[in-house]
């Protein structure tokens, strides 16, 4: 249980730092950061599944043509969600994109109801009340959705539906997502070598060096957090999965100097009641179960 809580902060700190990566690639362009975040999280997870020999599950993969569609589909949303961080983050919109993966709990919730038939507990309708009270506030004070935010939460949360009835493992599940993805990006990857002075390889060793660090930071937080999910309940893993996105939050204001309103704080306060009464809840029920 104690490891399992470490490996889970590890993972979820190191996701919160996320935007300070980014911050030393603004210079290349959001779709070349993407496709560099596909291939040498590619190389690297094909080397880890090499030096273990898990490659049982990949063969058998001929015969379940369903399964592969299903992983086709989660890959597409986790390319979409990878882009779209990518873009807010280099745009100047940290915030918005902490306030995406604060309501991915309650995305959860909506998802479960409408998709899986699954009835909510009356606080976690209360939750859902407050939270969209807060996207309705934001939206009449921006004069727009948050867009960013909305795309982020649905599509992680439409991300970890399909995960959640997968057959496949957390380390074969992401190796077989960036599999379907490798050949695109690789492709891209090709296309685009050296075209300009923000592309790979760029003259600046720096840059070459952060964007191949693409791999590691994005498999050893994924990695980390399956090792985490396994051993603690959760309960606790839902009340860990805060950590992220506050540390972005906290970025945002205090290294990116985003503009931060209080009419935008009233908005995000209502988020944050949201997820207070939906934690509590959940941790509630837990203990009532383990009673």
């Known amino acids: 249980m104690r490891s399992g809580i470490v490996y889970a902060v590890l993972a979820?700190?190191?996701?919160?730092?996320?935007?300070?990566?980014?911050?030393?690639?603004?210079?290349?362009?959001?779709?070349?950061?993407?496709?560099?975040?596909?291939?040498?999280?590619?190389?690297?997870?094909?080397?880890?599944?090499?030096?273990?020999?898990?490659?049982?599950?990949?063969?058998?993969?001929?015969?379940?043509?369903?399964?592969?569609?299903?992983?086709?589909?989660?890959?597409?949303?986790?390319?979409?969600?990878?882009?779209?961080?990518?873009?807010?983050?280099?745009?100047?919109?940290?915030?918005?994109?902490?306030?995406?993966?604060?309501?991915?709990?309650?995305?959860?919730?909506?998802?479960?109801?409408?998709?899986?038939?699954?009835?909510?507990?009356?606080?976690?309708?209360?939750?859902?009340?407050?939270?969209?009270?807060?996207?309705v506030w934001l939206t009449v004070q921006a004069g727009q959705l948050p867009w960013i935010a909305l795309v982020l939460g649905l599509s992680f949360g439409a991300y970890g539906l399909l995960r959640?009835?997968?057959?496949?493992?957390?380390?074969?599940?992401?190796?077989?997502?960036?599999?379907l993805l490798a050949a695109p990006a690789l492709v891209a990857l090709a296309l685009w070598w050296g075209r300009g002075p923000a592309s790979f390889p760029t003259p600046d060793l720096a840059t070459n060096l952060w964007l191949i660090a693409a791999g590691p930071l994005t498999t050893i937080p994924l990695l980390l957090f399956a090792a985490g999910a396994r051993r603690v309940s959760m309960t606790t893993l839902g009340l860990l999965q805060y950590i992220g996105p506050s540390i972005g939050f906290a970025l945002g204001i205090w290294v990116f100097e985003e503009p931060f309103s209080p009419a935008r704080l009233a908005g995000f306060g209502f988020i944050w009641a949201a997820l207070l009464v939906y934690s509590l809840d959940g941790w509630r029920v837990a203990r009532r179960s383990s009673a």
């Open 164 to 179: 959640k009835v997968a057959v496949l493992g957390a380390l074969e599940g992401l190796a077989l997502e960036t599999l």
């Open 12 to 135: 979820y700190v190191l996701w919160g730092l996320l935007p300070l990566w980014f911050l030393q690639i603004r210079h290349v362009a959001s779709t070349e950061v993407l496709v560099h975040r596909i291939a040498w999280s590619f190389l690297l997870l094909m080397a880890v599944l090499a030096v273990q020999r898990r490659w049982a599950w990949l063969p058998a993969l001929r015969a379940r043509p369903r399964v592969v569609g299903a992983f086709a589909a989660s890959a597409l949303l986790l390319a979409g969600n990878w882009l779209t961080y990518i873009w807010a983050v280099q745009n100047g919109h940290v915030i918005d994109a902490s306030l995406g993966y604060f309501i991915t709990p309650l995305v959860n919730v909506l998802l479960g109801t409408t998709v899986l038939h699954e009835r909510p507990r009356q606080a976690q309708w209360v939750a859902l009340g407050f939270a969209a009270v807060g996207v």
